[in-house]
Structures are given as structure tokens and as C-alpha cells.
């Protein structure tokens, strides 16, 4: 194997048995305390004294990222998160374990990292591009682009500490995107910037990844995981809780986020429906139509269950494909196993990347509480809606059954993908969705606004 081969063979990163532990001392003077007594009690033959408690932000973290991958870290603040990119950036060096990275890495860190607060916004960059491996000539070859993509005007010979937050933001990023980077690692920073800046970023973000880069990309947001990344990792409490396809991991993070666990409903919790291999089964006609997949993953508290899902036509026809603009019925069916004094039913539409289209509840719809429901009481939602015309490919439903209100409640059950449905045609020319257009017109005339109109 050629030495070209070998390295291609390589992961991007590549991170063994990392852990990170940080003394946390209750007072000042403790540190003086572990600095001299350790050492003059060993001297005097006593056993040494710590005057410190240990906190383990990180343990045993072990996986590799291959090159051309995009990974996501997801967890709750305190996590861990923060102190494995700065490992893995090599601006913190671990208590144990390795890290390997293998070609120039970049990183938008915590707010300001990197920039001297004295300096302008100017000669931060020459000294970012410094650190990142670039010669003076190679910065002055791309300082255009840089402050281009910044876009803060005349605030690049201004002091970075009269900044605003966004703006630290912009000349961070704008500087990463220019190194020309091999691997790049974007921390919650992003989520500082406008709208516009954010769309920025993410636009360089997917030509990086087009271009073959590796990507390592933290964020609250579940949305931006499933659509930027396809792998995602799960940390709580410095441990590694999930490796694995971005959309599971994000849904197994949002159940925990109400304190249970996703798992698969045993194969008798529906009695009374018919067993279905896949979304799909046929009726009388020997036509096909969704069917809610009763084995389908689920949280909840157990309070109450989904037993079906339908999605109908206007006049009660169970649908066997949709192509957008017809009134449509999604028909939710539950029973409450123990009391719920505020029922409420919702539902997501999500497209095959995890992504949200829409949703809504019967909380939202009904513009406030609904009656009790006693143990053993059937419950059925209704939502009527007009379909709206979306790309060719399959689409999934998301329903769930809480009780409280919209703000705040308690989730009682929630099944993923619990109907899968299929889009056969499109009107949507870009986008997720297409709207439902009554006309398009087009006007062409001269200077004095005389002219011809089409639609």
C-alpha cells in the first residue's frame, strides 16, 4: 500500500479512552494547600493530603470519525460536550487517553476563543490565521474574502472588545472558512449570529461537506443535527450514552428530555389490530393504504396508549398515497390506562431526514384544556387539514397523547413514525413544501405601466 493510500485509510479523528478531570478546590487557599503540604508531608514520611475534590467532565470516550464524515455531539448543558471539542482542538490536554486528528482542523469554540480583546478585529485575524497554520502572505491572499464574509464594515480596525456578540461570531467563522481546512469543529457558537449570518454558515457548511471535509457540529437544535449530519453522539455526564444514525439518536435524546427511554412496544400491547410487517397493508379491494405500525418506537409514562393512526380521505376512505392539495383527516386513536385530567393529541409530519414539516395539537386547536378522561376511556383526535404538495418520497407521522396543557405536560405516550406515508407527485419546485397556489401571474409591459398580463 502506497503512503497516499495509507493516510487515506486513516480516520479524521480519532479519539482513545479520553477522559478529563478537573480539582475543584472550596476555597482559594486549598490551592496553595495542594501545591506545598503533598509534598512536605511525603517528606516527612506522612501519607500525602488532598485538598481537592476530583469532577470527571469526561470518561472513557472512545470512536472515530472517518474522513468526508459529518458527526453530530448533542447533550444537555454540563454534558461534556465543550471539553471534548477543545480535547480533540488540542486546546485542552487530557487526563487520560489519545487523540488523533489527521489533517488542519479549524474550530468555532465558545464566543471569542482565539481573539485577543485588545486587538482589532484586524490583527485578530492575522494572528487566527497564525495559529491555524497560515503565513502572513497566505492571509493577506484571503483577507478580502475574510472580511467579505464577515461583513462587519469598519468595525474590522476596531477593537474586538467593543464587539457585539454576533459580531465576534462572524469574524470567528469568517476566518475558519478561509484556512481551507480538513476537518472542521463548529461548538453552539453559530446559534449567537442573525438569521441571515446562521443561513451563511450553513450554506459554506454543506459546500465543506460537498468538498469532502469532516465535520464535527454541536447544537441544541435536533432539526439542524438530522439535516446537516448523519451520524450523531449522545454524551450525558462525560459518558458516551449513543453512537449511531443521527435520527435515532436525536429521537432517544428527546424522550430522555422527559426522563424515559425509547424502546420498541411488545409485540401484544395492540391487541385487537392486525400484525403488520411494515406502514402498509391491503384491504378488500386489494388496495394498499397506510396503516399505523403498531411496532413502531415509543416513550411515555404508560398513563395511556396509541392503539391507531389513520390518515382518511374527505368522505372516510382509508388514503393509499397522497399528491398534495386534497382535504385529508389524520385520525388518532387512544386509550387512557390510567386518569388524565387534561388530555391533549398531537401529531409532526416529518420528512425521511427526521426533519419537522409541521404539527399540531388538540390543545393549540381547541385554544384550551380539554375534559378528563377516566381509566379504560377511549379517546379519538380528528385533524382535518389540507394536504400540502410535497416532494417525491415517503414521510412518516409522529403522534402523541399527554396530559396538561400545551406549555407544560406530562408525556403519557409518544410513538415515532407510527404512519408512514407516500408522496407520488410534486408541484414543489424547491423547498420541503409546496403551497397551494391559485394563480401565477406574470406582467410585462413598457415604462408606463401599459402592458400584457399572463398566468
Same mark, same amino acid.
Given at each position: 500500500m502506497s503512503s497516499d493510500a495509507r493516510i487515506d485509510a486513516e480516520p479524521a479523528i480519532l479519539v482513545e479512552g479520553v477522559a478529563k478531570c478537573y480539582q475543584i478546590y472550596a476555597r482559594p487557599q486549598d490551592r496553595l494547600r495542594q501545591a506545598v503540604l503533598p509534598r512536605v508531608r511525603e517528606h516527612l514520611g506522612f501519607a500525602p493530603k488532598q485538598y481537592f475534590s476530583e469532577f470527571w467532565a469526561l470518561r472513557d470516550i472512545g470512536f472515530r470519525i472517518e474522513r468526508g464524515e459529518t458527526v453530530a455531539i448533542i447533550g444537555k448543558n454540563g454534558s461534556g460536550k465543550s471539553t471534548l471539542l477543545q480535547v480533540i482542538c488540542g486546546t485542552?490536554?487530557?487526563?487520560?487517553?489519545?487523540?488523533?486528528?489527521?489533517?488542519?482542523?479549524?474550530?468555532?469554540?465558545?464566543?471569542?476563543?482565539?481573539?485577543?480583546?485588545?486587538?482589532?478585529?484586524?490583527?485578530?485575524?492575522?494572528?487566527?490565521?497564525?495559529?491555524?497554520?497560515?503565513?502572513?502572505?497566505?492571509?493577506?491572499?484571503? %483577507?478580502?474574502?475574510?472580511?467579505?464574509?464577515?461583513?462587519?464594515?469598519?468595525?474590522?480596525?476596531?477593537?474586538?472588545?467593543?464587539?457585539?456578540?454576533?459580531?465576534?461570531?462572524?469574524?470567528?467563522?469568517?476566518?475558519?472558512?478561509?484556512?481551507?481546512?480538513?476537518?472542521?469543529?463548529? @461548538?453552539?457558537?453559530?446559534?449567537?449570529? @442573525?438569521? %441571515?449570518?446562521?443561513?451563511?454558515?450553513?450554506r459554506f457548511l454543506r459546500q465543506f461537506q460537498e468538498g469532502g471535509g469532516t465535520l464535527v457540529f454541536v447544537s441544541h437544535s435536533s432539526a439542524a443535527v438530522v439535516n446537516l449530519c448523519r451520524r450523531a453522539i449522545w454524551l450525558e455526564k462525560g459518558?458516551?450514552?449513543?453512537?449511531?444514525?443521527?435520527?435515532?439518536?436525536?429521537?432517544?435524546?428527546?424522550?430522555?428530555?422527559?426522563?424515559?427511554?425509547?424502546?420498541?412496544?411488545?409485540?401484544?400491547?395492540?391487541?385487537?389490530?392486525?400484525?403488520?410487517? @411494515?406502514?402498509?397493508?391491503? @384491504?378488500?379491494?386489494?388496495?394498499k393504504v397506510f396503516r399505523f405500525n403498531p411496532?413502531?418506537?415509543?416513550?411515555?409514562?404508560?398513563?395511556?396508549?396509541?392503539?391507531?393512526?389513520?390518515?382518511?380521505?374527505?368522505d372516510g376512505r382509508r388514503l393509499s398515497r397522497v399528491e398534495g392539495g386534497e382535504q385529508v383527516r389524520l385520525q388518532v386513536d387512544a386509550v387512557a390506562n390510567d386518569d388524565l385530567a387534561s388530555p391533549v393529541v398531537g401529531f409532526f409530519l416529518k420528512d425521511h431526514l427526521g426533519q419537522h414539516l409541521f404539527g399540531t395539537n388538540t390543545y393549540l386547536r381547541g385554544q384550551g384544556p380539554r375534559p378528563p378522561a377516566a381509566a379504560g376511556q377511549r379517546l379519538r383526535a380528528e385533524f382535518a387539514f389540507r394536504m400540502p404538495w410535497l416532494p417525491v418520497g415517503k414521510y412518516s407521522f409522529d403522534v402523541a397523547l399527554a396530559d396538561g396543557t400545551h406549555a407544560e405536560h406530562v408525556q403519557a405516550a409518544w410513538v415515532f413514525d407510527g404512519l408512514v406515508i407516500e408522496s407520488i407527485t410534486s408541484s414543489v419546485a424547491t423547498g420541503l413544501?409546496?403551497?397551494?397556489?391559485?394563480?401565477?401571474?406574470?406582467v410585462s409591459g413598457d415604462a408606463d405601466g401599459s402592458g400584457t398580463r399572463s398566468s
Amino acid at each position: 500500500m502506497s503512503s497516499d493510500a495509507r493516510i487515506d485509510a486513516e480516520p479524521a479523528i480519532l479519539v482513545e479512552g479520553v477522559a478529563k478531570c478537573y480539582q475543584i478546590y472550596a476555597r482559594p487557599q486549598d490551592r496553595l494547600r495542594q501545591a506545598v503540604l503533598p509534598r512536605v508531608r511525603e517528606h516527612l514520611g506522612f501519607a500525602p493530603k488532598q485538598y481537592f475534590s476530583e469532577f470527571w467532565a469526561l470518561r472513557d470516550i472512545g470512536f472515530r470519525i472517518e474522513r468526508g464524515e459529518t458527526v453530530a455531539i448533542i447533550g444537555k448543558n454540563g454534558s461534556g460536550k465543550s471539553t471534548l471539542l477543545q480535547v480533540i482542538c488540542g486546546t485542552l490536554t487530557p487526563t487520560a487517553g489519545e487523540v488523533r486528528v489527521n489533517g488542519r482542523i479549524a474550530a468555532l469554540l465558545e464566543l471569542g476563543s482565539g481573539f485577543n480583546p485588545e486587538f482589532t478585529g484586524r490583527e485578530n485575524v492575522y494572528l487566527n490565521g497564525s495559529v491555524l497554520g497560515l503565513t502572513r502572505a497566505q492571509v493577506d491572499e484571503r %483577507f478580502e474574502a475574510i472580511t467579505a464574509f464577515a461583513d462587519i464594515g469598519e468595525f474590522i480596525d476596531q477593537p474586538v472588545k467593543t464587539y457585539s456578540s454576533g459580531m465576534y461570531v462572524r469574524l470567528a467563522f469568517a476566518v475558519i472558512a478561509n484556512v481551507d481546512a480538513d476537518v472542521l469543529v463548529v @461548538d453552539e457558537a453559530l446559534a449567537v449570529g @442573525d438569521v %441571515f449570518f446562521a443561513q451563511k454558515c450553513m450554506r459554506f457548511l454543506r459546500q465543506f461537506q460537498e468538498g469532502g471535509g469532516t465535520l464535527v457540529f454541536v447544537s441544541h437544535s435536533s432539526a439542524a443535527v438530522v439535516n446537516l449530519c448523519r451520524r450523531a453522539i449522545w454524551l450525558e455526564k462525560g459518558h458516551v450514552v449513543m453512537d449511531g444514525p443521527a435520527k435515532d439518536v436525536s429521537e432517544a435524546y428527546h424522550a430522555k428530555s422527559y426522563g424515559m427511554d425509547v424502546a420498541a412496544r411488545a409485540a401484544d400491547d395492540d391487541a385487537g389490530h392486525e400484525d403488520v410487517a @411494515d406502514a402498509e397493508i391491503t @384491504d378488500a379491494s386489494t388496495m394498499k393504504v397506510f396503516r399505523f405500525n403498531p411496532g413502531a418506537a415509543a416513550f411515555g409514562d404508560g398513563r395511556a396508549r396509541i392503539t391507531s393512526v389513520a390518515l382518511l380521505a374527505a368522505d372516510g376512505r382509508r388514503l393509499s398515497r397522497v399528491e398534495g392539495g386534497e382535504q385529508v383527516r389524520l385520525q388518532v386513536d387512544a386509550v387512557a390506562n390510567d386518569d388524565l385530567a387534561s388530555p391533549v393529541v398531537g401529531f409532526f409530519l416529518k420528512d425521511h431526514l427526521g426533519q419537522h414539516l409541521f404539527g399540531t395539537n388538540t390543545y393549540l386547536r381547541g385554544q384550551g384544556p380539554r375534559p378528563p378522561a377516566a381509566a379504560g376511556q377511549r379517546l379519538r383526535a380528528e385533524f382535518a387539514f389540507r394536504m400540502p404538495w410535497l416532494p417525491v418520497g415517503k414521510y412518516s407521522f409522529d403522534v402523541a397523547l399527554a396530559d396538561g396543557t400545551h406549555a407544560e405536560h406530562v408525556q403519557a405516550a409518544w410513538v415515532f413514525d407510527g404512519l408512514v406515508i407516500e408522496s407520488i407527485t410534486s408541484s414543489v419546485a424547491t423547498g420541503l413544501v409546496g403551497l397551494p397556489y391559485h394563480s401565477v401571474t406574470l406582467v410585462s409591459g413598457d415604462a408606463d405601466g401599459s402592458g400584457t398580463r399572463s398566468s
